[in-house]
């Protein structure tokens, strides 16, 4: 498998760093099987993918650092192997040589609460003690990294009573008239999006995002956006977006500052530029690679682009943009 990047050499450009990326390992010890739209599922092959990513991101040399876009096990995980498999993919993850940075994702949350998850996967986070995901890193001081916590209203991962899942629970009933709240039957366009898989970024969380791409602005830093869940409906399908996507795209477009988003959830990838000049990539899933495939890939920055090198089923992707 080469991932030999030939734009860069043409360029005669070094990136000013590199950083490895995968999405959606689902792993889970159980035989394969289907998504609820009949695509093949391959629980035990997920993680193999998993190790032959850290292998070739070690061997690359030159990452600086490996972002996980969530869902590390699978929902049909049994519950009594949930902890088990999420610390035994966690250790996969750790034998890397470098840091990795995890965010949550539907699936993590069936098999754990977020008090549970979030020390597992060592995700900062603000507010009351160790129940948001949403943190920001900057690797050279020209950029910065904001991952956002797509499940900080959900009503998934919180405790019964918590004003978070209530909400969500409130807007699934407004929104999603089906007595299965993952089922987007008789919704239309964007509106498939209200189901229970997704969730909403927060009125706190959106406070935060304002003063970070703010604080991001004023140091004149570029920002790379990342977020399990998808913000951008040309990049997904309908089924797979943020619930207040158009909220958070509207604060994200009152700065220039903001260049790429990323994210998972949706397996088939995806990849499109908004009103605005924002590139959007989807990344394809590692569950659903058959066997001896890969999903999985590398990022490497410049000033003025990224130049995603993927695997097999992750197709590599530039992303041009103005200083």
Not at 248 to 276: A, E, F
Request: aromatic share 10%.
């Amino acid at each position: 498998m080469d991932l030999g990047n030939g734009l860069a050499n043409a360029q005669g450009k070094h990136p000013l760093f590199s950083f490895g990326v995968i999405s959606d390992v689902q792993y889970a010890d159980i035989p394969d099987g289907l998504s609820f739209l009949g695509v093949p599922r391959y629980y035990r092959h997920s993680i193999l993918v998993l190790q032959r990513a850290v292998k070739n991101w070690n061997d690359h040399k030159n990452l600086n650092f490996v972002i996980n876009f969530g869902d590390i096990v699978d929902g049909m995980c049994p519950k009594d192997q949930s902890l088990n498999a999420v610390k035994k993919v966690v250790s996969e993850f750790e034998n890397f040589h470098g840091p990795v940075y995890h965010m949550i994702g539907n699936h993590c949350l069936y098999n754990l609460p977020r008090d549970k998850l979030l020390p597992l996967l060592k995700i900062p986070n603000h507010g009351d003690g160790r129940t948001h995901a949403y943190y920001d890193f900057s690797p050279t001081p020209g950029y910065r990294f904001v991952v956002l916590d797509g499940y900080d209203i959900s009503a998934i991962g919180w405790p019964h009573d918590h004003p978070n899942r209530l909400e969500a629970l409130k807007i699934l009933s407004e929104k999603n008239p089906n007595s299965d709240k993952n089922s987007p039957e008789g919704l239309k366009g964007v509106d498939r999006r209200f189901v229970m898989f997704n969730g909403a970024v927060g009125n706190k969380q959106m406070e935060w995002l304002d003063n970070v791409l703010k604080d991001a602005t004023n140091i004149k830093q570029k920002v790379i956006i990342c977020c399990h869940v998808p913000l951008d409906p040309g990049a997904t399908s309908k089924t797979t977006l943020l619930w207040n996507y158009d909220q958070v795209m509207d604060l994200i477009h009152q700065y220039d500052c903001v260049k790429v988003c990323l994210s998972g959830h949706n397996h088939q990838g995806g990849y499109s530029v908004d009103s605005r000049g924002v590139h959007h990539r989807v990344l394809d899933a590692a569950l659903e690679c058959p066997p001896g495939t890969n999903a999985f890939g590398y990022i490497d920055v410049y000033d003025n682009m990224l130049s995603l090198v993927g695997t097999d089923r992750m197709k590599s992707t530039d992303f041009c943009f103005d200083f």
